[in-house]
């Protein structure tokens, strides 16, 4: 209308200036979460692991998460600084529910998983840089081979110093099951002895066939033969015993007697040498740990292939080209 005053809205008029974030900032940030947050999981699971208090199966399954979530960082996380960062994160993760142990201790595992999960990363980096296009099966055992490492050493030196015998070798059950395969392999060369029945039942086997080489014995009668092969049986478990020097009571299944041989033979040189003979026992145990870890390691590849192949499928990240004609994954 002619001569009315006109309307401004004053509020329009202030310039506001708007922060843009990065494509996937947020998502980065998560990734981030969920990497320490698995990292959390090894450690305390572990932790309540050694406290006989859950399965092994658990603190593996934490295990398998931190390799996922590790992995992807790798592609997804570009700057160097956030991301060592976030390793100090894990670190502290990964050792922190150990806060009773001797500090020493601590810190020397810590500094070395530091070290590997660094080696790592600077490894797989290298790779992503230099290859033309995504390997992603071939980048994730490069660094997973690094993290089962780290993790085998926190597992294996934690793990010892309160320890008895028992648990530095297997667990009865465990150690049962090695056992019968062993016995089943060993009997077949000697079939005519019983390994998985009493100690006295294979005593009994063996004197039976020691005494079978003499001409004389198939010349007795067979209740000669009985208390010849008994008191053979007996004259056996008693040397050896004295040898031993174990108890050896002829009703223990022979499995049992070959452990309790086995954690004695332990506990004497735990005894005799202290922390020297834990630290030569855990470099022979961290030897073998990290050769399952290998297996542990492709497994956990594949696996962070098939969720890396998820979310592409899903559109949570993409492959794109870059000027270089060079293939980078983001959100």
């Known amino acids: 209308m002619v001569g009315s005053p006109q309307r401004q809205n004053l509020i329009e008029q202030i310039t506001t200036e708007r922060i843009s974030r990065p494509s996937g900032f947020y998502r980065g940030i998560f990734l981030d979460i969920f990497t320490v947050a698995s990292a959390l999981g090894v450690g305390f699971f572990y932790k309540i692991y050694l406290a006989k208090q ?25 700057s160097w ?74 597992g294996v030196f934690l793990y010892l110093p309160h320890s008895n015998a028992e648990d530095i070798l297997f667990s009865p059950a465990s150690f049962d099951k090695f056992f019968d395969w062993a016995a089943g392999a060993a009997s077949s060369f000697y079939p005519k002895f019983r390994f998985t029945s009493s100690f006295g039942d294979l005593a009994s086997d063996i004197a039976r066939s020691q005494l079978a080489k003499n001409a004389d014995f198939s010349k007795i009668t067979p209740a000669e033969r009985a208390k010849a092969i008994e008191d053979a049986s007996d004259k056996i478990i008693k040397d050896l015993g004295r040898t031993l020097k174990i108890t050896i009571a002829p009703t223990e299944k022979t499995s049992k007697v070959f452990y309790n041989l086995i954690v004695n033979n332990l506990e004497e ?54 000027s270089r004609t060079h293939e980078v994954l983001e959100f």
């Open 54 to 78: 859950v399965a092994l199966w658990v603190p593996l399954l934490s295990l398998g998460l931190f390799s996922i979530f590790s992995t992807l960082e790798i592609y997804l996380i570009k």
């Open 81 to 154: 600084g956030r991301r060592f960062f976030i390793i100090l994160l894990e670190v502290a993760a990964l050792v922190g529910f150990f806060y009773d142990q001797s500090l020493k201790l601590v810190i020397i595992i810590a500094a070395l998983t530091l070290f590997f999960l660094l080696w790592g990363e600077a490894s797989s980096r290298g790779q992503v840089e230099n290859l033309m296009e995504i390997r992603f099966f071939k980048t994730a055992r490069t660094q997973l081979n690094k993290v089962v490492t780290a993790v085998a050493i926190i």
């Open 269 to 322: 040189l735990k005894n005799k040498f202290g922390n020297r003979f834990l630290i030569v026992w855990g470099i022979v145990l961290f030897i073998a740990v990290r050769g399952v870890g290998s297996i542990f390691a492709w497994f956990a590849a594949l696996f962070s292939f098939f969720f890396y192949q998820m979310l592409l499928g899903f559109n949570v990240v993409r492959v794109i080209g870059e």
